[in-house]
């Protein structure tokens, strides 16, 4: 067997190891029948398309042989689901199917590892072998950590020492192997009272572990709720979180208090049977059993007052059980205790002062309408005004005394006569009672007679509790601020509603309204407020959204908040110009400092992270760029002939910190313009000449004019013509219009020097450009008198001109007779008419030189240069008139 690790260029570059069992390559099919085996190594996760191996190759096969080799997979549904294979080359790729080691092998250790085992066939069958090829799939970090339960309760006694430890049983679990599983745990706020620490046992799991590093104390805060984050140790990271709710149970620290020491009570001897003396109230602050107060009489109190004054050992209510008698007794004194579970006894004490009455005062006996247990009547706060809450009736035993009754006490209660009834009294409401104002009044009624004998009688109305308040948020609307690239499940806020109402009435829960986008979480219980996924300000910068306190009453109650979330920008854009690169046409001598054209860029970013800065990395010296515009500028004008193309580098800067930039290339191409006339190369000088037989044959071609012009396109097609003749026959040689070449048009009679004006013309827009020369032959058999020719070429006067333009062609010889025929006349009127006009001027000018003499003496000598001007001017018309 032969270990062996080979790359790949198409079919060579692998980034995974092959084992190859053979004996040698198949040159000889003799031991075909033994099986080979193969192994490859990838990632999971890999694209549709991905190169596995190529089984061929690495089982050195010879692809030359007839027939071909055809590999074939039998287990169609693996095939199918995970891998292709290319039947003609063997080469296997990834399918369409994503290979997920977790799913694939889920039950697979990490020992063990996950493999893809897959049979081979090498076919026709004269080849036919087994190829039993295994692929080892490789963990990636693909999976995040992940809680059991989304909330994980603790509970912590509040005498728990420091240091001590508290294991989290629901730890998180991550189907990735090795580094990329669990590797630390992390709470998201401690409160400064606890620490996370993580524990390894011996099967490789780690277990986090609640170290408590402050005192606890369940009276001051009773829960404490944070994020418990697990997470691995891929690169990035991936986290996985899960509520933490720590629970401070209470232990037994407190023992009860009285509110009040002391209590004086005034008794009259005659006081009816089950009136109330005192309601004593004891506080325990802890919960439960703990906080559980029962109230007896010390041992100091008598039996028969103990007997005389009833003690509820619940309520701490005293009622009056027996009859007063008021000539042995006049005073008692009563000392309760309040006892808790494994406390030291309060103890309070409640003296009672007994008021002895000659005859017996009013007897007020109660009849309650609203419900009443143990003189404690109960009234809801919905109930309306005036709602009856009971009624008394007076008995007077002295008919010859007046009973008054009256009420004391405060709140929004009356009594009074019911109707035409007497002796009978009502007592009602008011108004509405509001239980979040006052939970409880206490009530005298009492009746009293003209020898100012009364008697007392004690009501307590207690006011139940409606759900008739919704909750109340701190703010209807609830700004946040928070940066782009948040990290995932990240703290935004958390919300505040209180309800006043008691008990599960006011309790409150949060909830997001419909119109919140799925990326924001709000836990029902405490409020927080956390984003599930990172924001991106480019994608969205402000969410707006509902959310809901509501209370668990019947029916229940909710109030709205409104939500604004406002996503601040990052410098996490870089700019980028509207195109991949720029291309300007620009004409040639554009002015300096013209707008040549405008780059446009844009960045995502807002404030100064999205503000732009452009600059020219090369070329600076010969243009500039427009900041705020993006307007590019040359600072000269251009020549094409000396640079028809410049490419530019621009870059573009934002003003974030740390600054990002792009680059974008911008061309500048020249347009010609025709600023230049074609230059005549050849000839070289008016003054050369070239030797031509007599005897040259008609269409003979004797030289060429060559002409270049440094323009483009148009104004660089040049365009040749004869404008003047001198000598010999008329149209004896002639041009071409484009290639410059002259040739003998006629058969040459005359001798001597002739001359003609060659017009180079270019095609250029508005006007074109031209440049003359000069082309001289001389008619001959030999040249014996250089000089002389020279001597002809310096006096030659001028030629005669022919008006026609450069493109008419060859013109016969008969029609350039003809033409100079006709023009001879035209020529004698002209002349002879310019010869009187000037007369008519000389005349008229010496008219007026000599008027100005006779003025202004002066001005003689500037008389004189106009005159001599015109005699010149005489002499040129008569040598022209002497050549007509």
Not at 27 to 54: D, H, R, V, W
Not at 308 to 334: E, H, P, V
Not at 871 to 878: D, I, L
């Amino acid at each position: 067997m032969i270990n062996f690790r080979y790359s790949r260029k198409r079919r060579g570059i692998l980034g995974m190891y092959a084992l190859l069992l053979f004996t040698s390559p198949l040159s000889s099919f003799a031991n075909f029948s033994q099986a080979k085996e193969l192994i490859y190594k990838i990632k999971e996760g890999l694209p549709m398309g991905t190169f596995i191996g190529a089984i061929g190759v690495d089982l050195n096969l010879d692809f030359t042989v007839e027939p071909p080799f055809l590999f074939s997979l039998p287990q169609k549904k693996v095939s199918e689901q995970y891998v292709n294979l290319n039947n003609t080359t063997g080469e296997l790729y990834t399918s369409a199917t994503e290979i997920d080691r977790e799913t694939l092998c889920f039950e697979n250790s990490e020992r063990r590892g996950c493999q893809l085992a897959l049979d081979v066939f090498l076919l026709p069958q004269q080849y036919f072998q087994l190829i039993k090829v295994q692929i080892f799939i490789e963990d990636v970090n693909d999976n995040r950590p992940k809680f059991p339960v989304d909330l994980i309760s603790m509970s912590v006694p509040e005498n728990t020492p420091v240091y001590v430890r508290y294991a989290v049983e629901q730890s998180a679990v991550d189907p990735d192997l090795g580094l990329y599983g669990v590797q630390t745990y992390w709470l998201v706020n401690d409160f400064g009272m606890f620490t996370l620490d993580v524990e390894e046992n011996d099967g490789g799991e780690l277990t986090p572990f609640l170290i408590v590093t402050e005192a606890l104390d369940r009276e001051t805060k009773d829960e404490y709720i944070t994020d418990i984050i697990a997470e691995d140790g891929g690169t990035p990271p991936l986290l996985g979180a899960a509520t933490l709710k720590i629970i401070i149970t209470d232990v037994n620290d407190n023992c009860p208090q009285f509110t009040e020491s002391q209590i004086n009570v005034t008794l009259h001897g005659n006081t009816t049977k089950g009136a109330h003396l005192a309601h004593l109230q004891a506080f325990d602050p802890d919960l439960g059993a703990n906080a559980q107060i029962s109230y007896a009489y010390s041992e100091r109190v008598p039996r028969a007052t103990r007997t005389l004054f009833n003690l509820d050992r619940i309520t701490g209510l005293i009622k009056l059980a027996g009859k007063i008698d008021s000539a042995t007794a006049t005073f008692y004194k009563l000392t309760v205790l309040a006892n808790g579970p494994g406390c030291i006894p309060a103890v309070a004490t409640l003296l009672v002062n007994i008021i002895k009455i000659a005859t017996g005062p009013p007897a007020v006996i109660p009849r309650y309408i609203a419900p009443e247990k143990e003189g404690v009547v109960t009234v809801k706060e919905t109930e309306p005004a005036f709602s009856p809450i009971a009624f008394f009736t007076v008995k007077n035993f002295d008919m010859n005394k007046k009973v008054n009754c009256y009420l004391e006490g405060t709140g929004p209660f009356r009594l009074g006569p019911y109707q035409m009834f007497k002796n009978e009294y009502l007592l009602e409401t008011t108004e509405a009672l509001d239980y979040e104002k006052v939970q409880q009044y206490e009530l005298i009624v009492v009746a009293k007679n003209t020898d100012e004998l009364f008697i007392k009688t004690f009501l307590k109305v207690q006011v139940l509790d409606e759900n008739d308040n919704a909750p109340v948020f701190e703010q209807s609307i609830v700004k946040i601020s928070v940066e782009e690239n948040n990290p995932p499940n990240a703290f935004l806020t958390q919300l505040q509603a209180t309800d006043q109402d008691s008990k599960n009435q006011g309790e409150v829960i949060y909830l997001l309204g419909s119109d919140a986008p799925g990326i924001f979480v709000v836990d029902h219980l405490t409020g927080v407020l956390t984003v599930a996924t990172s924001l991106d300000r480019e994608e969205k910068e402000t969410y707006r959204f509902i959310v809901r306190a509501v209370d668990q009453g019947t029916p229940r109650r909710e109030s709205l908040a409104t939500v604004v979330v406002t996503v601040l920008d990052r410098n996490d854009n870089s700019p980028q110009f509207i195109n991949k690169d720029f291309t300007f046409f620009v004409p040639e001598n554009f002015p300096g400092y013209g707008e040549i054209g405008v780059l446009s860029v844009t960045d995502a970013d807002a404030g100064e992270n999205g503000w732009v800065a452009l600059s020219i990395l090369n070329g600076s010296d010969i243009f500039m760029i427009d900041t705020g515009r993006g307007a590019l500028r040359a600072r000269t004008p251009l020549d094409r002939e000396q640079q028809g193309t410049y490419q530019l580098w621009v870059e573009a800067i934002d003003g974030g910190k740390p600054a990002l930039s792009c680059i974008t290339m911008v061309t500048v191409l020249l347009m010609d313009v025709n600023d230049n006339p074609p230059v005549v190369l050849f000839p070289q000088s008016n003054q050369s000449y070239m030797l031509v037989l007599p005897n040259t044959l008609p269409g003979t071609l004797i030289t060429e004019v060559y002409a270049v012009d440094k323009d483009t396109g148009m104004n660089a097609v040049i365009a040749y013509s004869i404008i003047k003749r001198k000598g010999g026959e008329p149209s004896s040689f002639a041009i071409d219009a484009e290639t410059g070449n002259i040739t003998l048009k006629r058969e040459l009679s005359n001798r001597g020097l002739y001359r003609i004006l060659v017009k180079v013309s270019d095609h250029g827009q508005p006007e074109p450009l031209y440049s003359t020369v000069m082309v001289n032959f001389f008619v001959n058999e030999t040249v014996s008198n250089e000089s002389y020719i020279q001597n002809l070429l310096t006096r030659e006067a001028d030629i005669e001109v022919e008006e026609r333009p450069w493109y008419v062609g060859q013109l016969r010889e008969g029609s350039d007779r003809h033409e100079l025929f006709n023009c001879q006349p035209v020529l004698i009127v002209l002349s002879v008419t310019s010869v009187g006009l000037f007369f008519l001027v000389v005349t008229l000018t010496s008219y007026i030189c000599c008027k100005k003499v006779r003025r202004h003496r002066k001005e003689r000598s500037e008389v004189q240069i106009p005159l001599k001007m015109k005699n010149e001017s005489m002499q040129v018309v008569n040598r022209k008139l002497r050549q007509i």
